[in-house]
């Protein structure tokens, strides 16, 4: 397997990365990674604090230079996911900018910091990204991504060198995208979306990234205005990028000049594709992704049809099916008979780190179970109408188990039980809704007090945003909670 990123390894004084006024070339990001690189030798995996900044990115290509596999950290996470997290994957060392302030939690982990110095010195040696065979394997695992199932603690979803080489070179064929491209983003980089596709994705084609440190319509305008070819977003991001275009001339006409708005992660709603296209005459190219298979489906850049409400065709390279419940394949393009996503092809992770059990729950022989329900249109593209499991809550692109969040409000003293749902959210997609038995009913704890504490133990984007009291919780015969009867 050739070098996940051919444009490192030349070097040159094109521009590669760019975060708020900080940037690097290509001869720079080889110099300051390669210097990081020598400094892995011998680790078995690192931990990487994934704040939106230069250093997050120099140390993900650091790790992948020196082929030590490398596990993103949610800065915001909270001490006891972050507890299991670093359990699960035994970092030997974290990764984080000098100025960064590590938790309690990363306590016993040796820090390495990461220093970007913004010179080349051109000779900068890259380190054939094989840990010592001198060929970079292209199964070696590149970077272990956490992510959420219905129940228990997140997964650590191993993804090989192999994975992202294929889906970064699928999405260069399905979007035309070239290394005269600069992607414009604001995604947190300890997912896939923002840190495969918005960093690396870039790199490998030798294009430049400019991330604006936090999501803004404003920001968005800017960069769009001064040269940025792309944009990638969420669902969330496009629908306030919708709102904002209104009043906001400056923002459509940035968005008009763009080459390419691409939108993944959760479903974007037909009406803020429709008031984009309406008010700025492009159309959001939506791509269907997920954690452990990277990137599936997407509308093509230069399909001519609209494709609204649609995630597009399989990317080249990946086989998808539809199947029946029974694990009957649905042969039929009808754009009517709904079936579960199942794909497979290079793109596929090798597996959930430390959980046979549940790798091997994942497959259906060689074919991912997505748990993503779909139709078939007539000419073969994908439209996405549910999710198999109702305790998957996507909210503002996040993937959030119900389960997860119980757990951690049943710890709370004032919670006597517990149930979590989602409920459609304008902005958010789905916002999180828990249903709380108080210990007390007299003295119920406060909203902002379980939000504060799922905050706190889990990670901000898990807190739920309504609480709703009950006296009881609707169960079954057999005691399991009927999550549908709590929203009748
Ligand atoms: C609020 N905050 C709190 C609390 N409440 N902190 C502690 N305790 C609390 N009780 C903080 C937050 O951390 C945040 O800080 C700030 O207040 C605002 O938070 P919030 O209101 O939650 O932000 P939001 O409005 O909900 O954010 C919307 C968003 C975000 C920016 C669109 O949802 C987002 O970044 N989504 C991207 C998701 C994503 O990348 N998904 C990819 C995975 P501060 O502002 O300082 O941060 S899916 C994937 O990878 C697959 C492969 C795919 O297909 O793409
Ligand atoms: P994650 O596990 O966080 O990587 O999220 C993956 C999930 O996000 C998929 O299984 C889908 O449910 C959802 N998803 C990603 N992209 C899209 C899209 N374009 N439309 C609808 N759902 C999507």
Redesign the pocket.
């Known amino acids: 397997m050739s070098s996940l990123f051919p444009a490192l390894d030349a070097g040159s004084e094109r521009p590669a990365l760019r975060f708020g006024d900080r940037s690097l070339t290509y001869g720079e990001l080889r110099s300051a990674a390669a210097a990081t690189a020598a400094r892995l030798d011998g680790a078995e995996r690192v931990a990487v604090w994934a704040t939106p900044t230069l250093e997050t990115a120099v140390a993900v290509v650091a790790a992948l230079l020196a082929g030590v596999p490398a596990v993103p950290l949610n800065p915001r996470t909270g001490g006891r996911e972050l507890t299991h997290i670093v359990t699960d994957s035994r970092p030997a060392l974290v990764l984080a900018a000098p100025e960064d302030e590590l938790p309690h939690a990363l306590g016993g982990l040796e820090r390495l910091d990461v220093t970007v110095t913004g010179t080349s010195t051109g000779t900068g040696a890259v380190p054939p990204g094989g840990k010592g065979s001198g060929v970079p394997d292209p199964e070696a695992p590149a970077l272990v991504v956490y992510?959420?199932g219905t129940t228990g603690p997140p997964k650590g979803a191993v993804l090989p060198r192999r994975a992202i080489a294929a889906s970064l070179d699928a999405l260069e064929d399905a979007w035309g995208w070239t290394s005269a491209d600069v992607l414009v983003h604001a995604l947190p980089l300890f997912?896939?979306?923002g840190l495969i596709l918005g960093v690396l994705g870039p790199l490998r084609r030798g294009g430049s990234v400019r991330h604006l440190g936090r999501f803004t319509t404003g920001g968005v305008a800017r960069e769009l205005a001064a040269g940025g070819t792309m944009l990638f977003g969420v669902p969330t991001m496009y629908h306030r990028v919708a709102e904002a275009l209104d009043d906001d001339p400056q923002l459509a006409k940035a968005l008009a000049g763009a080459r390419l708005l691409v939108?993944?992660?959760?479903?974007?709603p037909v009406h803020d594709h429709r008031r984009i296209a309406a008010l700025t005459g492009r159309r959001v190219v939506?791509?269907?992704?997920?954690?452990?298979t990277l990137m599936n489906t997407s509308v093509r850049a230069d399909d001519v049809e609209p494709r609204t409400g649609s995630?597009g065709v399989p990317l080249p390279g990946v086989d998808l099916r539809l199947v029946e419940d029974d694990g009957t394949e649905i042969t039929v393009y009808d754009g009517e008979t709904v079936g579960e996503i199942q794909v497979r092809g290079p793109n596929l992770f090798t597996g959930y780190l430390n959980r046979p059990d549940a790798t091997a729950a994942a497959f259906d022989g060689d074919w991912f179970r997505?748990?993503?329900m779909a139709v078939r249109d007539t000419d073969g593209s994908v439209r996405?109408v549910g999710?198999r499991a109702t305790d998957?809550i996507?909210s503002g692109?996040?993937?959030i188990g119900a389960g997860e969040i119980e757990n951690a409000l049943l710890d709370h003293p004032g919670v006597r039980e517990a149930a979590v749902t989602g409920e459609p959210d304008p902005d958010l997609g789905e916002r999180i809704v828990a249903w709380i038995v108080p210990a007390d009913r007299d003295a119920p704890p406060a909203a902002e007090d379980l939000a504060d504490h799922v905050a706190a133990q889990l990670a901000p984007h898990k807190r739920p945003r309504t609480v709703r009291y009950l006296d009881v919780l609707p169960r079954n015969d057999m005691g399991k909670i009927m999550k549908r009867a709590l929203h009748g």
């Open positions: 992510t959420s997912h896939v979306h939108s993944g992660s959760a479903a974007l939506e791509r269907y992704g997920m954690t452990e995630v997505t748990g993503d996405i999710r998957l996507k692109g996040f993937k």
